[in-house]
């Protein structure tokens, strides 16, 4: 499974909890491949993000625009198949 963490720069609040969550799963799963991307990169037209902090898994745009809760993103992971 494939994890892709879209942040802005300078990070926001929410970009940086979203980084801590995203820490705390890669440490509980380990078959997750992450990828955290800082700025503005291809991958925010490949995936047409607009907003920031935005998690994409195995290609599919889950959240955008907001930090979700520890819940929410688990529930985006568990939904690809975790």
């Known amino acids: 499974m494939k994890l892709e963490v879209f942040l802005s ?3 926001c609040s929410g970009g940086k909890m979203l980084l801590k ?4 799963i890669q440490k509980k799963y380990n078959g997750i ?12 037209k490949k995936y047409n993000l607009t ?8 290609g ?15 529930g985006a992971l568990k939904e690809a198949g975790l």
């Open 9 to 11: 720069v300078p990070p």
């Open 21 to 24: 969550r995203i820490e705390k």
């Open 33 to 44: 491949e992450v990828v955290i991307y800082k700025g503005r990169t291809d991958g925010l």
């Open 51 to 58: 907003a920031a902090p935005a998690v994409v898994v195995d």
């Open 60 to 74: 599919f745009v889950k959240i955008m625009g907001v930090c979700p809760s520890e819940k929410t993103l688990m």
